[in-house]
């Protein structure tokens, strides 16, 4: 084991065991579980193919008001892992808590709601609507809640003015910048308020100094709103300003990290 193996796994070790899941050391302290996922296993069977082992149990808290940064190489789990915390997908086995309720006992209408109003969804790809407007498109989540269309729209434009897109409003995605579209899909993936913001790779398909914006109105928006951020990424740059980071390998958690300790191994990560 390399120096820098032995102590990241130390660091790893020393405030979170994943063996017991016990929590101990100074990150942890009076920290509250807004996520928690407990021998999440998904299996993908495609007819014919052999099996794919995505996730082969991951267990994870994740602390209300955190940046967490989810790292790992393509295929290891990453975007798997977000569908199931996210209640977009089912695991094939294990639980999700959120905010201490198991996601698997929810019936539809109340997962609908959860996905509604308690969590905001970024994309790589944006995935916002070509017809709509940037602001219609943030008002969208809204009208799903049952927010009134003057209300909706008054709030939309307050958050264009916080993603900084106020003057684009009227566009269509189509007339935008991708560094523009991503920023009115954090605007929309901010429509109702929610307590967790999860994205999956939201700078990959920008530059390095857009992405770098995008990074930063996340932190911005993680410190005003005290929203939990949790954000799989390639992006280095997202390492520096993340407070841990989970690395994934093989669909399993490697280590996790805290920000201080990734500093000290500048330089050498991945
Ligand atoms: N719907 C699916 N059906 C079958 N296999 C899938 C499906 N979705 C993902 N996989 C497989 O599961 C594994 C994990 O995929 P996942 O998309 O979670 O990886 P990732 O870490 O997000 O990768 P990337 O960094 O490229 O986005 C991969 O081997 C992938 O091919
Ligand atoms: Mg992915």
Redesign the pocket.
């Known amino acids: 084991m390399s120096d820098n193996q032995e102590q990241a796994s130390s660091v790893y070790k020393g405030y979170w065991d994943p063996e017991s899941n016990e929590r101990h050391g100074q990150y942890a302290h009076g920290k509250e579980v807004i996520v928690r996922a407990h021998d999440v296993k998904k299996v993908?069977k495609?007819n014919s193919e052999s099996p794919?082992h995505?996730l082969r149990g991951v267990t994870m808290e994740i602390y209300k008001g955190e940046y967490l940064a989810i790292m790992?190489p393509?295929?290891?789990?990453?975007?798997?892992f977000f569908n199931a915390i996210g209640g977009l997908d089912r695991p094939s086995s294990g639980q999700v808590y959120i905010d201490e309720v198991d996601i698997a006992q929810l019936d539809a209408a109340e997962l609908a709601w959860l996905r509604c109003r308690k969590i905001g969804y970024i994309f790589q790809s944006y995935n916002l609507i070509p017809v709509m407007t940037a602001i219609e498109n943030i008002m969208l989540p809204m009208t799903f809640a049952g927010t009134a269309g003057d209300e909706a729209r008054h709030k939309a434009f307050d958050l264009c003015k916080l993603v900084g897109i106020d003057h684009r409003a009227d566009n269509k995605p189509s007339e935008l910048s991708g560094g523009q579209q991503q920023r009115v899909a954090i605007a929309r993936s901010l429509a109702n308020d929610p307590a967790i913001i999860l994205a999956d790779?939201p700078t990959a398909n920008l530059d390095s100094k857009t992405g770098l914006d995008i990074i930063k109105l996340l932190v911005e928006l993680k410190e005003q709103k005290n929203v939990t951020v949790i954000s799989?990424t390639?992006d280095h740059e997202m390492l520096a300003i993340s407070d841990r980071v989970l690395w994934i390998k093989d669909g399993q958690v490697d280590r996790v990290e805290l920000r201080e300790d990734l500093k000290i191994q500048k330089g050498t990560i991945d």
């Open positions: 993908y495609a794919v995505a790992g393509s295929g290891s789990g990453k975007s798997t790779e799989a390639h």
